[in-house]
T-cell receptor, first 114, second 108 residues
Framework: NAGVTQTPKFQVLKTGQSMTLQCAQD?????MSWYRQDPGMGLRLIHY???????DQGEVPNGYNVSRSTTEDFPLRLLSAAPSQTSVYFC?????????????FGPGTRLTVT | GQQVMQIPQYQHVQEGEDFTTYCNSS?????IQWYKQRPGGHPVFLIQ?????EVKKQKRLTFQFGEAKKNSSLHITATQTTDVGTYFC????????FGAGTRLAVHP
C-alpha cells in the first residue's frame, strides 16, 4: 500500500491564483481530513469528510473548498490564494479498527504564496 | 469540538533526563490520542487511550489517561536524541483538534 499520498510536494503561487492540492489514500479509509501547519504552530483542521459525498468544516475553512466524490480522493481547492495561506498542508485518513481511529498522515505539501 | 490544552509548549532536556508533557481538557474526553512529529516530518500516531485511569507503555514511553478522563500525560524515561520532535494529544474520534503540541529538544 502507498498509504496517503499528496501532490505536489512544493508549490509557489502568486496572490489571487487558484490551485488544487491532491490527496489520495489506498487503504479504503472512510474518514479524510486536511490540516494546515504554520511555522512553530500546531495543526489546524481545515475540512474533513466522513465518507464519499459528505464533507464538513473544521477550525479554519475560509478560503478553501473540498469535495469527496470517491472514497480514495479528497482534494483541497484554494479559490484565490493569499499570503496568509502560506503553510504546510497535511492530508490524513482514518482507519477504523474496533475503537481505534488512528490517523494516517501524508508527507505534506509546502505552499508559498507571494 | 473538544479542546485540549497542552503544557509545556517547549521543553529542552539533556539526553538521559526524563520528560513529561500534560494535556488538560475542561470537558470529559471520549478518548485521547498521542502523535509525534519529527522536525520536517508528518505526525505519526503513537497510541490511543479510551478507559478511565488507563496506563499504557511503549518501551521508554508511558501514557496515562486521568480517572475523570479530562487529562492525560506522556512520560519519557531517559530521553534520547531520537525523541526529538513535537508531541500532540488531540481528543475526539473524527474531528481531531491538535493544538500547538509540546516541542521537545534533547541535547546530547
Amino acid at each position: 500500500n502507498a498509504g496517503v499520498t499528496q501532490t505536489p510536494k512544493f508549490q509557489v503561487l502568486k496572490t489571487g491564483q487558484s490551485m488544487t492540492l491532491q490527496c489520495a489514500q489506498d487503504m479504503n479509509h472512510e474518514y479524510m481530513s486536511w490540516y494546515r501547519q504554520d511555522p512553530g504552530m500546531g495543526l489546524r483542521l481545515i475540512h474533513y469528510s466522513v465518507g464519499a459525498g459528505i464533507t464538513d468544516q473544521g477550525e479554519v475553512p475560509n478560503g478553501y473548498n473540498v469535495s469527496r466524490s470517491t472514497t480514495e480522493d479528497f482534494p483541497l481547492r484554494l479559490l484565490s490564494a493569499a499570503p496568509s495561506q502560506t503553510s504546510v498542508y497535511f492530508c490524513a485518513s482514518s482507519y477504523s479498527r474496533g475503537s481505534t481511529y488512528e490517523q494516517y498522515f501524508g508527507p505534506g505539501t509546502r505552499l508559498t504564496v507571494t | 469540538g473538544q479542546q485540549v490544552m497542552q503544557i509545556p509548549q517547549y521543553q529542552h532536556v539533556q539526553e538521559g533526563e526524563d520528560f513529561t508533557t500534560y494535556c488538560n481538557s475542561s470537558t470529559t474526553l471520549s478518548n485521547i490520542q498521542w502523535y509525534k512529529q519529527r522536525p520536517g516530518g508528518h505526525p505519526v500516531f503513537l497510541i490511543q487511550l479510551v478507559k478511565s485511569g488507563e496506563v499504557k507503555k511503549q518501551k521508554r514511553l508511558t501514557f496515562q489517561f486521568g480517572e475523570a478522563k479530562k487529562n492525560s500525560s506522556l512520560h519519557i524515561t531517559a530521553t534520547q536524541t531520537t525523541d526529538v520532535g513535537t508531541y500532540f494529544c488531540p481528543g475526539g474520534y473524527n474531528k481531531l483538534i491538535f493544538g500547538a503540541g509540546t516541542r521537545l529538544a534533547v541535547h546530547p
